[in-house]
C-alpha cells in the first residue's frame, strides 16, 4: 500500500462515524420527510400516498395561516430589534471605559439561561397584578397592561423578553468591532466625520459581513421559536395570538398524530428558510464588504 | 483647548456608564425578582404594595421546591432531573468531542476522494431545520424501541455534527503540517499523530465544543419534549416546564425557587468559563 493510498483509506476511516450520522440522521429523515409530506401519515400506521393533500389542506387552514402570520410578526419586529440593540449594546462594550467586564457579564449572561426557565420566570416578570414589571408600572402611576392576558400585547411581549437574551449576537459584533482598525476612525475624524458619519462610513461597512451572518442566522432562529411560547401560552392562548409555526408542527405531529401534515409544513418552512436566505444574500451583495477578512 | 478636549472626554465617559448602568438595571430587574421572589414566604409574593425585599428570607423554599411531591411519587423528582441532566451532558459532550474530532481530522489534515464535495454537503446541512427532521427521527427511534429512553438524546451526538466539525477543521488546518510530517518520519500512524498530537494541541477548540454541548444538552427542550414519556427519565428543562404546567399560577415562590435551581448550574459554569466561552463565540461568528 503506498503512502497516498494509506491515506485514502484512513480519511474514509476518520470520517466514518460522521458518515453514518449524516445517512442515518440527516439523509434518511430529510427524504422521509420528503415522502412523508405527500402522505396521509402517523407512526402507528404505514404511509398512504396521497399526493398533493396535504398541501392543498395547508392552504386552506386557518391555524395554519395563523402561526405563519404570528411567526412572521414576531420575525420582522424581532430581527431589526435585536440588531440595534444588540449592536448598540456591543458599541457601549466597545468604549475605553473602566468596568466593561461587568458591564459584558450582566447584558451576556440572560442569553446563556435555558429558554424554558427565562419563559416561567417571565411569566411572573409580566404577571399581570403582582408581575415586577406592572408593579413598577405602577410607582410610576400607570396602569400596566395585560402582558400575558390580552391577544393585542402577547407577541410584543415575546418580542420583549427575546431582546433580554441578545447577548449572544452581541458578543459576535463586540468581536467583530474590535477588528475594526483604528486608524480608520482616526483618518475619518481628521476629515471631521461626525459620530454619526463615523458609524455610517466605517463601522457598518467594516462589519457588514457579520450583520449578514447574524441576520441570516436570526431568520432561521425566529422561523423555529418555540420553547417560550410553548412554555408561556400553552395552545397558543390567547386567541391563538401566540400560536408559532412550529409549536403548530409540533401539534400536528404529536398531538394530532397528523405527521404527514407536519412534514409538509416541515418543508415549507424549509423552502421559506432557503429563499429568504437567497434573496438576503441577493440583496447584500452590493452592500456587504468581505475586504476586512 | 486641550482642557476643553479633556473636559469633552470625561463627559463621554460620563455619558456612556450612565447609559449602561441604566440597561444593566433593566437586564438585572428580572433576576432580581426571580431571587427575591425564590426566598419570599408565599404571602409576600402577591402582597400589595410589592415587597421588593423579603423581611424572613425562606431559604427552605428551596429544599422544598427540590423534593417537591416526592412523598407521593416515592422519589424526589428533581434530584432525577439532574441525575438525568448530567448524565445526557457527560454522554453528548463525550460524544460530540470524540466523533467531530475524528471528522474535523478527517476534512482538515487527510486527502481523500470526495473530501470537498462531502464538506460542501456537511455545510449545507446546517440550514435543515430541526423540525423537517423531527417526525422521521421519531420514527426511527420508535421503530428500534428507544422512545421513553435516553438513547435517543445522546447517541446521534457520537456521530457528529456539521457546525462542530466545520469549528474543529478550521482550527486543525492552523496547526503546522511540518508537525505531521516529522511525526511521519519518525513512523507514526494517522491515529498515534491525531491522538498525540493534534488532540492535545487542539484543546482550547475542543473545550470550546465540550461547553457548547453542554450548555446545548443543558437547555434543549424540544428534544427531551418529544421522546421522554415517564416524569423519572426528565432532564430539568422538562421538569420545570411539567413542574410549571402542574402548579403553576400559585406558588410563585417555589416555582421561581425551581427555576433558580435550574439557572444556577448554567450561572457557576458562566463564571468558571467566561474566556473560553466568549473565544468560542468569536470564533463561530467572525469565521463563519
Not at chain 2, 470524540?98 to 471528522?103: M, Q, T
Not at chain 2, 437547555?219 to 410549571?244: A, E, R, V, W
Amino acid at each position: 500500500m503506498t503512502r497516498a493510498e494509506r491515506e485514502e483509506r484512513d480519511g474514509y476511516l476518520f470520517v466514518s462515524p460522521w458518515m453514518a450520522g449524516f445517512l442515518l440522521f440527516i439523509l434518511y429523515p430529510l427524504l422521509a420527510s420528503l415522502y412523508y409530506a405527500f402522505c396521509d401519515y402517523s407512526v402507528l400506521r404505514r404511509p398512504i400516498w396521497t399526493g398533493l393533500d396535504n398541501f392543498t389542506t395547508l392552504f386552506h387552514d386557518k391555524v395554519f395561516w395563523t402561526s405563519l402570520y404570528n411567526t412572521a410578526y414576531f420575525a420582522v419586529f424581532f430581527l431589526p430589534a435585536s440588531l440595534v440593540l444588540s449592536l448598540a449594546l456591543a458599541m457601549l462594550l466597545n468604549a475605553k471605559v473602566r468596568g466593561q467586564a461587568i458591564y459584558r457579564t450582566i447584558f451576556y449572561l440572560p442569553s446563556l439561561l435555558p429558554l424554558v426557565a427565562t419563559a416561567v420566570l417571565f411569566l411572573w416578570v409580566f404577571d399581570g397584578d403582582n408581575g415586577v414589571v406592572n408593579n413598577l408600572l405602577k410607582l410610576g402611576g400607570f396602569q400596566g397592561p395585560g402582558w400575558l392576558s390580552d391577544p393585542a400585547w402577547t407577541k410584543f411581549t415575546i418580542i420583549l423578553l427575546s431582546l433580554w437574551g441578545v447577548g449572544n449576537t452581541m458578543i459576535i459584533y463586540l468581536a467583530s468591532l474590535q477588528e475594526v482598525p483604528e486608524s480608520l476612525y482616526e483618518a475619518a475624524e481628521l476629515d471631521g466625520a461626525r459620530a454619526w458619519e463615523r458609524l455610517k462610513a466605517v463601522t457598518l461597512p467594516m462589519i457588514s459581513p457579520v450583520i449578514l451572518f447574524n441576520t441570516l442566522m436570526g431568520i432561521i432562529g425566529a422561523l423555529q421559536v418555540f420553547t417560550v411560547p410553548f412554555v408561556m401560552f400553552p395552545g397558543g392562548q390567547p386567541a391563538d395570538s401566540t400560536y408559532f409555526y412550529t409549536a403548530y408542527l409540533y401539534d400536528n405531529a404529536f398531538k394530532y398524530h397528523n405527521m404527514g401534515y407536519a412534514c409538509a409544513m416541515g418543508w415549507v418552512m424549509f423552502l421559506i428558510i432557503l429563499v429568504l436566505t437567497l434573496i438576503s444574500r441577493q440583496l447584500s451583495e452590493k452592500h456587504v464588504y468581505y475586504g476586512g477578512g | 483647548m486641550a482642557q476643553s478636549h479633556v473636559r469633552k472626554r470625561a463627559a463621554k465617559v460620563a455619558a456612556t456608564h450612565l447609559t449602561m448602568i441604566l440597561l444593566s438595571i433593566v437586564f438585572l430587574i428580572p433576576l432580581f425578582w426571580l431571587v427575591t421572589t425564590a426566598i419570599k414566604p408565599l404571602p409576600e409574593t402577591v402582597a400589595q404594595p410589592p415587597v421588593w425585599w423579603p423581611k424572613h428570607p425562606q431559604w427552605d423554599n428551596f429544599t422544598k421546591a427540590f423534593v417537591y411531591d416526592s412523598d407521593r411519587l416515592g422519589y424526589i423528582p428533581f434530584l432525577y432531573y439532574t441525575r438525568n441532566t448530567l448524565l445526557l451532558c457527560w454522554l453528548n459532550v463525550m460524544g460530540t468531542v470524540l466523533s467531530n474530532a475524528l471528522a474535523a481530522y478527517a476534512f482538515a489534515r487527510l486527502k481523500w476522494r470526495g473530501r470537498e464535495i462531502f464538506f460542501l454537503v456537511t455545510l449545507a446541512t446546517m440550514m435543515v431545520p430541526f423540525p423537517v427532521l423531527m417526525v422521521p427521527l421519531y420514527g426511527i427511534f420508535r421503530e428500534i424501541g428507544w422512545v421513553g429512553t435516553l438513547r435517543p438524546l445522546w447517541v446521534p451526538a457520537f456521530f457528529g455534527s456539521a457546525f462542530n466539525i466545520f469549528l474543529l477543521r478550521q482550527f486543525f488546518r492552523t496547526i503546522p503540517f511540518e508537525l505531521s510530517e516529522a511525526a511521519t518520519i519518525d513512523g507514526a500512524g494517522e491515529w498515534q499523530i491525531f491522538a498525540s498530537l493534534i488532540v492535545p494541541l487542539a484543546k482550547p477548540a475542543l473545550g470550546v465544543v465540550a461547553l457548547f454541548t453542554f450548555l446545548g444538552t443543558w437547555t434543549d427542550f424540544l428534544g427531551p419534549l418529544i421522546y421522554l414519556i415517564q416524569q423519572k427519565t426528565f432532564t430539568l428543562s422538562l421538569g420545570l416546564q411539567f413542574y410549571q404546567s402542574q402548579n403553576g399560577g400559585s406558588e410563585w415562590n417555589l416555582l421561581m425557587a425551581a427555576t433558580t435551581i435550574v439557572v444556577l448550574p448554567v450561572v457557576v459554569l458562566f463564571f468558571f468559563t467566561q474566556r473560553l466561552l466568549i473565544q468560542g463565540i468569536t470564533l463561530t461568528g467572525l469565521k463563519g
